[in-house]
């Protein structure tokens, strides 16, 4: 499947103008900014190590994978805490938080597990995972779950008022009150009512005019003559004020602060359905991965793509990003050479190259070899060159 689709030869900006999901849009617009398809897999024990893992690794990769329930210290403060502060961290950095969780229950079971509970994971975690193996209703339950708290997100209301004083043309030349045509039609253009939403946020524009009419157009019984003396316009802008993306909690990490040539990402969330795994003996069969497929067709506006070992877009419509773990390097000096042993507990390894180039995956997924490094910036930086030289060779 993965050798005959096209998105396999199209550059990540050009999938990004194709996209069903908006989340997905965002990401492969990132990973075009940042020259890399890395994902981080932080494997720490501590909220401490996770932060710093984050702070320091961010500038290399566009996703952070997550298991909060491993992590010692985990502050669940929704404006406080270790999920805000990686918000302003992925922010910062120009990232997105993947929770992996690998939801499988009965769908109310995974609603509450997602957008309840003491971790709330969809209040700062871009993106999650789940098993297939409960059935489709679940993926319907989780996406319908996500719709119903992003309609009950609390928006906050910036407002703006401007004044300014139109003229009509009939007014006659003389009228000291008399404005040049130009900026009375920008005046009016600007009175209309619009609505707009951006970022993927449920955001909308409203234009309130109110006018303050003295007089009329034309002249008054007693011979004076009217006019519009002023024109009052409120803008008022809504955002969401609970968003993970808007959290501004983080004071000592730069909170405020947004990854450059970019705009926060969208507010929309993004589900992968774990379609198959690295790990020996695993029991997903190639029916197994045919549903989930089949269940990501049916729920393009949340299901985002798959965790998986090959590319599975086989439908000419098929947009859906791949991430894939298993993903290590031989020591610096050595070549790849596709496949690089194991861990002994069932993890086998596969070099950036041949996932990328071979397998066709989009985005590899590395733990222990950054995080077990000496020195995980430069040693993410490393795994950053090689997986997007493969994606170039892909590409080429």
């Excluded at 499947?1 to 194709?18: G, I, N, S, V, Y």
């Excluded at 908006?22 to 900014?33: A, E, G, Q, S, V």
């Excluded at 298991?67 to 990232?95: C, E, M, S, V």
């Excluded at 774990?274 to 790990?279: G, H, R």
Aim: hydrophobic share 35%.
């Amino acid at each position: 499947m993965a050798d005959r689709h096209p998105a396999l030869k199209q550059t990540f900006a050009e999938r990004a103008r194709t996209a069903a999901h908006p989340l997905t849009r965002y990401l492969f617009r990132l990973m075009d900014l940042k020259a890399s398809n890395l994902c981080l897999s932080a494997d720490v024990t501590t909220a401490r190590e996770l932060l710093t893992l984050a702070d320091k690794v961010g500038p290399s990769i566009v996703v952070l994978k997550t298991h909060y329930d491993l992590i010692a210290g985990w502050d669940y403060n929704p404006q406080t805490g270790t999920g805000a502060k990686l918000a302003a961290l992925a922010r910062k950095h120009g990232f997105l938080i993947f929770e992996d969780r690998k939801f499988v229950d009965i769908g109310k079971t995974v609603q509450l597990q997602y957008t309840a509970g003491t971790a709330r994971i969809i209040e700062w975690a871009h993106i999650t995972n789940a098993n297939m193996d409960a059935g489709r209703d679940m993926v319907r339950a989780m996406a319908e779950a996500a719709a119903n708290w992003k309609e009950r997100i609390h928006y906050e209301v910036k407002t703006s008022v401007t004044v300014g004083t139109p003229v009509s043309d009939r007014f006659d030349d003389s009228d000291p009150q008399q404005e040049p045509a130009s900026q009375a039609q920008s005046q009016s253009q600007a009175a209309r009512p619009q609505r707009e939403g951006g970022g993927g946020d449920k955001g909308e524009m409203l234009d309130v005019v109110s006018h303050q009419q003295r007089g009329r157009d034309n002249t008054d019984v007693d011979g004076r003559k009217g006019s519009i003396v002023s024109i009052t316009t409120v803008t008022q802008s809504f955002e969401p004020a609970d968003s993970p993306r808007l959290t501004k909690s983080h004071h000592d990490q730069g909170d405020d602060a947004v990854f450059p040539g970019i705009e926060e990402a969208p507010v929309d969330r993004g589900l992968l359905l774990l379609a198959q795994m690295s790990s020996r003996g695993c029991l997903m069969t190639a029916d197994y991965t045919r549903a989930c497929v089949e269940a990501a067709r049916d729920h393009r506006g949340f299901v985002m793509g798959f965790v998986a070992q090959e590319a599975l877009n086989s439908a000419a419509d098929d947009t859906f990003v791949h991430m894939t773990p298993g993903c290590k390097l031989p020591p610096p000096g050595e070549e790849e050479n596709g496949q690089v042993g194991g861990d002994g507990l069932g993890q086998q390894y596969n070099t950036p190259s041949k996932l990328v180039t071979v397998c066709g995956t989009d985005i590899v997924i590395v733990g222990r070899g950054i995080t077990e490094a000496g020195d995980p910036p430069s040693e993410a930086e490393r795994y950053r060159r090689r997986a997007w030289k493969a994606y170039l060779a892909r590409l080429a």
